[in-house]
């Protein structure tokens, strides 16, 4: 029997009613039956110009539909009409850009070595290597991206872009949206010639698990939790034949605060801090979970301002009631450690709840001036919405984004203080208040991967060639994909250089999802040996009629002018 | 009680008394010693120049000590001095590649991104992108290269190039040269100015559990077979942080001959087959394993001259007694199925033993005229060695190349036949004859992932564009990481363009482990947001002060000439 699959409104945890479900859960037969049906449109797909253009426009599809679009994301996900107009601008964008990569070319990688019957220590033949298309690739969408990171996102895009089939798992949180933008994909698909299953979208989770163990599924990618993406990426090892499972899981996003940076500008670095950590209602794979602070006289300007900035910070909707729970207990339990303050404590922000942690919160010695009143902490409430299984039943409104302060002493060993360097999804963030170097190195040393690592330097340090903020930057690079000087990571550009993804657990691969080299993640290079002209793609002839950057005997060729 | 590794000879199946044990196994604690000493050599490795000079120096000290590594190399594996002679050539040139690719740079993958306030969607910030190695890789070394896919191989080679530092573990056929090697290349390090430690050897199959386990290796390299390669893949993945396991597993290397090539060179192909397939004793992963030839007189023929070429072919040592019983016991197993001719007889060259698979040999209809008088099957003597547990034990003599054929309709379909579809390590090839295009697209259909396909076309075929061989190029595509035409796979070159990997179980991963792309395996990106150009690498400066080639704004920029 089928289970039905129902829209949420995570306003009131309520689900509507009107219309029906919005779909019903794949079966293991569904789910068979997408994949055979996705892998029907490989063949079509290998034409480079079609998926350009199935990608433009899907992009002006989405544009067309837009208020359609941001109508039903901003229901199933509370994250509001602005933020959600701006999502589909940079989601079409980068429909585009990958569009722009695909008629380049350049992503091919061509190698052409010709014939060279005198080479040391032995004659070579003629080799002549480019990329090809994995297969069907499994995606598997976000919750808190409804767009960027779901089934018009940068997973599907890239696998178009690579000539790869998309089977899409949609996520729970926004089936109706997930819905919506499938319809215009397909659309996209049969106006460019192709068949509309290039794209084919399932639901459920036991549909997810299906997906990535079907055969003929050649590739994963995975933006979501640690736990879901671990237990994704071991059935993809697991499997007969193991497929690359490209996973962003999970990320703490370190910013170090150099004491010359916190003595030149505490005040914009916190109200920076807060602006970044509530962004999107803390619901960002790259929102600052740890901050790394002086302590002393300029480090308490810095939380003043932090503090003042994030009491002032609206509260906000989570994206379901799950996600909240496990932020007010998430929060709950960070603040309850022994020496850990709250000075604004996050929270239920309806006030209708006892915070449960204020002994713990208020026990440490309170290094900041100023609380934000009624913190938040995971009461009955919480346990009792878990209990009940359901994603949706229960949400209360909004919470109250908060933060809380310990002692980089308590973080140099393994323990119970370790809880503070895993990712809490919401507004919360940690401060860590370092002594001096050397307890700063200290829990450097014991951070886990992240996408990425931020560093706050004073002005002349920034400057200097060779010096401590040299050394501190090759240390962030150990830890992350991306490291930034002074600024906020929240907020991901779309483009060549950019690099989305970090040590484990922030990916499960060494690739990005974010950015041109995305479409790297369905290739695999396969080398053509003495193979005449006629039976040679275009790409790999001689004379590179097509224009596209190549290296030939040795030599790069940029891209020709078009003729 | 450390345990004595000794180096046998595999012409007598005799351990090497004279001189005591070549090394110990190495303890969970040797390996942690291990691999804690190559992360330290890490720092020192992020100068190109050195890793460029250390490559170089390995490839010159290689060079200066042929006649001692080779000698070493032969008395372990029966290769012969002119084979390892050529491989010793082959591996100091691979060296000298990949500081070729270290000094030009191209394969940092610089993306320069310069900020753009006016960007749409949304301004964008500064991103600049490279690529930063991994860390310690561990390296397993393979048998039937003890040079060029062992100690100074292209998996050591190419993670120098990349730098990152590596363990590794000795394959048990080779350990005195694997020693010997080892020291060459700690001599080239400290001789370019880096710790010893950037190369450390480890010997013991428990050691190389202990390795791919351990927190500081942070990617592995393997050559080897299946079930010992799997286990490895396996591990990694089950680590608390998986790390990427690039192996090189097994391979069939398909070979489809079309009716138009055996009509028109029978003989050239039957003789070349031949020459390929016993080639180092066919213990080349790049071995035809199952050759597709048409059924009817032009196919007849083709057999003909395969088996006038093959019984001409000599008998040979294989690397250790364990290959020699798995390969006779393989070769006879092949033999005795149903139906199933072996027109020239692979086993035993010491004619001592009957062959076990008489009967299944001459039960089939012979399809070709002549047979290699006695082949060889699993004999008593095999099961015994394998029961005595020890690699070298009771090695005979010399084995005795052949080939088997089958009908491709017992192919079709699942079955008992299917062992005729799983690699035979060792001089054997299966002849698998189709009636029509039907049948041999049926076969293609059941073929595992390879190293390499090949088809073998008739001159018109070779010549058309959009026609039949077009798409048997295209199917041969999807099953291997390089495909030749009219050519035979033994043999992979040492350029750009090689691609030596392909779909699982040839291997674990889209990536190569031969050519010069084989570095990327020991990257990650990393990309800079807003960082000052003091605290960047000169690589991700402006100006492009190294010259090297790189992406700036979108536009691609060749090497720049050296100033």
């Given at each position: 029997?089928?289970?039905?699959v129902?829209?949420?409104?995570?306003?009131?945890g309520?689900?509507?009613?009107?219309?029906?479900p919005?779909?019903?859960?794949?079966?293991?037969?569904?789910?068979?039956?997408?994949v055979?049906?996705?892998?029907?449109?490989l063949?079509?797909?290998?034409?480079?110009?079609?998926?350009?253009?199935?990608l433009?426009?899907?992009?002006?599809?989405?544009?067309?539909?837009?208020?359609?679009v941001?109508?039903?994301?901003?229901?199933?996900?509370?994250?509001?009409?602005p933020?959600?107009?701006?999502?589909?601008?940079?989601?079409?964008y980068?429909?585009?850009?990958?569009a722009?990569v695909?008629?380049?070319g350049a992503?091919?990688d061509?190698?052409?070595?010709?014939?060279?019957?005198?080479?040391?220590?032995?004659?070579?033949p003629?080799?002549?290597?480019w990329?090809?298309?994995?297969?069907?690739?499994?995606v598997?969408?976000?919750?808190?991206?409804?767009?960027?990171?779901?089934?018009?996102?940068?997973?599907?895009?890239?696998?178009l872009?690579?000539?790869?089939?998309?089977?899409?798992?949609?996520?729970?949180?926004?089936?109706?949206?997930?819905?919506?933008?499938?319809?215009?994909?397909?659309?996209?698909?049969v106006?460019?010639?192709l068949p509309?299953?290039?794209?084919?979208?399932?639901?459920g989770?036991?549909?997810?698990?299906?997906?990535?163990r079907?055969?003929?599924?050649?590739?994963?990618?995975?933006?979501?939790s640690?736990?879901g993406g671990?237990a994704l990426?071991?059935?993809?090892?697991?499997?007969?034949?193991?497929?690359?499972?490209h996973?962003?899981?999970?990320?703490?996003?370190?910013?170090?605060?150099?004491?010359?940076?916190?003595?030149?500008?505490?005040?914009?670095?916190?109200?920076?801090?807060?602006r970044?950590?509530?962004?999107?209602?803390?619901?960002?794979?790259?929102?600052?979970?740890?901050?790394?602070?002086?302590?002393?006289?300029?480090?308490?300007?810095?939380?003043?301002?932090?503090?003042e900035?994030?009491?002032?910070?609206p509260?906000g909707?989570?994206?379901?009631?799950r996600?909240?729970?496990?932020?007010?207990?998430?929060a709950?339990?960070?603040?309850?450690?022994?020496?850990?303050?709250?000075?604004?404590?996050?929270?239920?922000?309806?006030?209708?709840?006892?915070?449960?942690?204020t002994?713990?919160?208020?026990?440490?010695?309170?290094?900041?001036?100023g609380?934000?009143?009624?913190?938040?902490?995971?009461?009955?409430?919480?346990?009792?919405?878990?209990?009940?299984?359901?994603?949706?039943?229960?949400?209360?409104?909004?919470v109250?984004?908060?933060?809380?302060?310990a002692?980089?002493?308590?973080?140099?060993?393994?323990?119970?203080?370790?809880?503070?360097?895993e990712e809490?999804?919401?507004?919360?963030?940690?401060?860590?208040?370092?002594g001096?170097?050397?307890e700063?190195?200290?829990?450097?040393?014991?951070?886990?991967?992240?996408?990425?690592?931020?560093?706050?330097?004073?002005?002349?340090?920034?400057?200097?060639?060779?010096?401590?903020?040299?050394?501190?930057?090759a240390?962030?690079?150990a830890?992350?994909?991306?490291?930034?000087?002074?600024?906020?990571?929240?907020?991901?550009?779309?483009?060549?250089?950019?690099?989305?993804?970090?040590?484990?657990?922030?990916?499960?691969?060494?690739?990005?999802s974010?950015?041109?080299?995305?479409?790297?993640?369905?290739?695999?290079?396969?080398?053509?040996?003495?193979?005449?002209?006629a039976?040679?793609?275009p790409?790999?002839?001689?004379g590179?009629?097509?224009?596209?950057?190549?290296?030939?005997?040795?030599?790069?060729?940029?891209?020709?002018?078009?003729?």
């Amino acid at each position: 029997m089928a289970t039905a699959v129902w829209s949420a409104d995570p306003r009131t945890g309520k689900r509507r009613e009107e219309g029906g479900p919005v779909a019903v859960e794949a079966t293991a037969a569904d789910v068979d039956a997408a994949v055979r049906a996705a892998a029907t449109a490989l063949p079509a797909l290998a034409d480079r110009s079609v998926r350009s253009r199935l990608l433009r426009g899907a992009a002006g599809l989405l544009e067309e539909s837009a208020a359609e679009v941001v109508a039903a994301a901003d229901a199933e996900t509370a994250l509001g009409v602005p933020r959600l107009t701006g999502e589909l601008a940079r989601t079409a964008y980068q429909l585009r850009t990958f569009a722009d990569v695909v008629d380049e070319g350049a992503y091919l990688d061509v190698i052409i070595d010709h014939a060279d019957p005198d080479a040391t220590p032995i004659p070579r033949p003629d080799l002549r290597r480019w990329k090809v298309p994995l297969g069907v690739v499994a995606v598997y969408a976000a919750s808190n991206f409804p767009l960027a990171f779901s089934v018009p996102g940068g997973d599907t895009a890239s696998a178009l872009a690579a000539g790869c089939p998309v089977v899409v798992k949609a996520h729970p949180d926004h089936p109706a949206t997930s819905e919506l933008c499938a319809a215009l994909l397909r659309r996209a698909a049969v106006e460019a010639g192709l068949p509309a299953d290039t794209v084919v979208l399932v639901h459920g989770f036991e549909a997810g698990v299906e997906l990535v163990r079907h055969p003929l599924v050649a590739a994963a990618g995975f933006t979501g939790s640690v736990p879901g993406g671990r237990a994704l990426f071991d059935a993809a090892a697991a499997r007969p034949r193991p497929i690359p499972f490209h996973g962003e899981l999970g990320s703490l996003n370190p910013v170090v605060v150099t004491p010359a940076a916190a003595a030149e500008r505490p005040e914009a670095i916190g109200a920076g801090l807060a602006r970044s950590f509530t962004l999107g209602v803390g619901q960002f794979c790259t929102k600052p979970g740890l901050v790394l602070a002086p302590a002393g006289p300029d480090g308490d300007r810095l939380l003043a301002a932090l503090t003042e900035a994030a009491s002032a910070a609206p509260a906000g909707v989570l994206l379901d009631g799950r996600m909240r729970d496990n932020f007010l207990r998430g929060a709950a339990a960070r603040a309850a450690l022994p020496g850990v303050t709250s000075p604004v404590g996050a929270g239920d922000a309806s006030g209708a709840e006892e915070p449960g942690g204020t002994d713990a919160r208020t026990a440490g010695g309170a290094d900041t001036a100023g609380s934000a009143g009624a913190a938040g902490g995971a009461g009955a409430a919480g346990g009792a919405d878990a209990a009940g299984g359901s994603d949706k039943a229960g949400a209360a409104p909004a919470v109250r984004p908060g933060y809380v302060v310990a002692q980089a002493r308590d973080l140099t060993e393994p323990g119970a203080y370790d809880l503070l360097l895993e990712e809490c999804f919401g507004p919360l963030t940690v401060v860590v208040r370092y002594g001096d170097a050397a307890e700063l190195a200290a829990v450097l040393d014991r951070l886990p991967g992240s996408l990425t690592a931020t560093a706050h330097l004073g002005a002349r340090e920034a400057e200097q060639d060779g010096g401590p903020a040299a050394a501190l930057l090759a240390r962030l690079t150990a830890l992350a994909g991306r490291v930034l000087i002074n600024g906020w990571p929240t907020g991901v550009a779309v483009t060549a250089a950019q690099h989305h993804g970090g040590p484990y657990p922030a990916t499960t691969s060494t690739s990005t999802s974010v950015g041109a080299t995305a479409v790297e993640r369905w290739l695999r290079p396969v080398a053509y040996q003495d193979t005449p002209a006629a039976l040679l793609p275009p790409e790999l002839r001689d004379g590179n009629p097509l224009g596209i950057p190549s290296r030939v005997d040795g030599r790069l060729v940029p891209a020709a002018p078009a003729s």
